[in-house]
């Protein structure tokens, strides 16, 4: 295999970021394929942390092509920052680090209008943080958008301004002064567009002739499944794909380049926002996982909720991506628990519901029905060896390999890269 899709399949924060850079060491090219700097990833690199919240996770490895394809919606200004960290902490950028000129642009009055909806008690409460994502993905399909290569060239970007401006005034002027909003913008392009235009390329043509010459590529998603924009659950989700489908329109290439997709699964389940969570937790053992797993956004740092590993929404995720593999992350984090539950179905008015159910109302008001096992009963973190896990950790991994029908490849047991093992002898995913 040369091709690779890492993608999230509960509601993001699974470790996909860890995952990456992992498989990283092993890639020539990583590739992020939708998403914006809603995302982030916490990283352990030579004892050092690092969040990164646009730039691929395989940048922290020397030699590495690190691309942002037309699928992402790039701030041109807190890449920028991303960038000046990661020089400053000695990590080369130049020569290995692309953008694609399709990828579209946010701007300061996609995140005024951001924050507006979200305030809005008129409309339904997302949970957004407020990165002008949403809004910038509504121009993008509303066509009014303004990408990379729009960016880059003076006369056009002052023209789409203009427009977009000029469109967006009513809305703005309930906020800000339109006058001053455009110097920023004018004031802040100056800088930032030649700062972007030495990053710019046809990333699509880069990315098919890296497998045409049998290049490992590795494409990497932004949040999980279930904030997918068509199978997530609707309306709190993304404004993106991240399913693996995404990543064929997202990076500009057929499907049928994509050899594998590795699924990247936490051991119980969290989401940050709003929306349906059906095996949350609100009693002590939610406060328990929170702590341990240090569940806190990378990006916002908003405490995570917690719950119970949800098969239903792990089958819906393999099925719509395809998954034949997955990578089992924060095992260590279930030590210490008495008994483990494992949500294997919903009931909804007395109907048991063994796929994800459409309806939002469904999602809801269904009740979670459970299948208790016990503790795992030993130590876990520090394992090296699947072997040496204890009995009922490794009964566990089997009982969700059962239920969700993917194999578990490797198991994380903690944030550094080092701390990955193999479930199984000859796991090779590249």
């Not at 000695?90 to 680090?97: E, L, T, V």
């Not at 997709?261 to 053992?285: H, I, M, N």
């Not at 809801?364 to 072997?387: A, H, Q, S």
């Amino acid at each position: 295999m040369s091709t690779l899709v890492v993608l999230g399949t509960q509601w993001g924060d699974e470790g996909k970021g860890k995952v990456v850079h992992y498989l990283a060491e092993q890639a020539d090219y990583i590739v992020r394929y939708q998403g914006g700097n809603n995302a982030g990833h916490t990283l352990i690199y030579e004892n050092k942390p690092f969040v990164l919240h646009l730039i691929p996770s395989g940048i922290l490895f020397p030699k590495k092509i690190c691309i942002i394809t037309n699928g992402v919606v790039v701030d041109p200004k807190a890449l920028k920052e991303e960038i000046d960290v990661l020089k400053k902490k000695k990590i080369p950028i130049d020569g290995r680090f692309f953008v694609s000129e399709r990828a579209h642009v946010i701007l300061p009055y996609h995140k005024l209008i951001d924050g507006m909806l979200e305030s809005d008690t008129t409309q339904t409460k997302i949970g957004t943080t407020k990165k002008g994502i949403g809004p910038c993905y509504t121009d993008k399909v509303r066509r009014v958008g303004i990408r990379v290569i729009d960016y880059i060239d003076k006369e056009v970007f002052l023209e789409l301004l203009d427009q977009n401006l000029k469109e967006k005034e009513n809305m703005l002027k309930r906020v800000c002064d339109i006058k001053k909003l455009k110097a920023e913008i004018l004031k802040d392009h100056a800088v930032l567009s030649k700062f972007l235009k030495k990053y710019v390329a046809d990333t699509s043509v880069m990315i098919a002739d890296a497998i045409a010459k049998k290049k490992k590529v590795l494409f990497e998603s932004a949040q999980g499944t279930m904030l997918d924009l068509d199978y997530g659950t609707y309306p709190f989700v993304t404004s993106s794909n991240p399913t693996s489908g995404g990543a064929s329109t997202g990076v500009g290439m057929g499907p049928s380049n994509v050899d594998a997709v590795l699924g990247v699964v936490k051991a119980y389940t969290t989401r940050v926002g709003e929306g349906p969570f059906p095996t949350e937790l609100f009693d002590k053992t939610g406060e328990f996982l929170r702590e341990k797993g240090q569940e806190f956004g990378a990006t916002t740092g908003r405490p995570r909720r917690c719950g119970w590993f949800d098969a239903v929404v792990l089958r819906h995720s393999v099925r719509v991506n395809g998954i034949k593999h997955l990578i089992l992350t924060k095992l260590d984090c279930l030590e210490g628990l008495d008994k483990i539950k494992v949500c294997v179905a919903y009931k909804y008015k007395g109907k048991i519901l063994k796929d994800f159910p459409a309806s939002r109302i469904v999602q809801r008001d269904c009740k979670p029905v459970y299948e208790e096992m016990p503790g795992l009963n030993g130590i876990v973190r520090g394992v090296t060896k699947f072997e040496k896990l204890p009995a009922n950790a490794k009964k566990y991994i089997k009982r969700l390999e059962q239920l969700v029908g993917a194999k578990i490849d490797l198991i994380s047991l903690g944030r550094k890269r080092e701390e990955t093992i193999p479930a199984s002898k000859n796991v090779k995913l590249f």
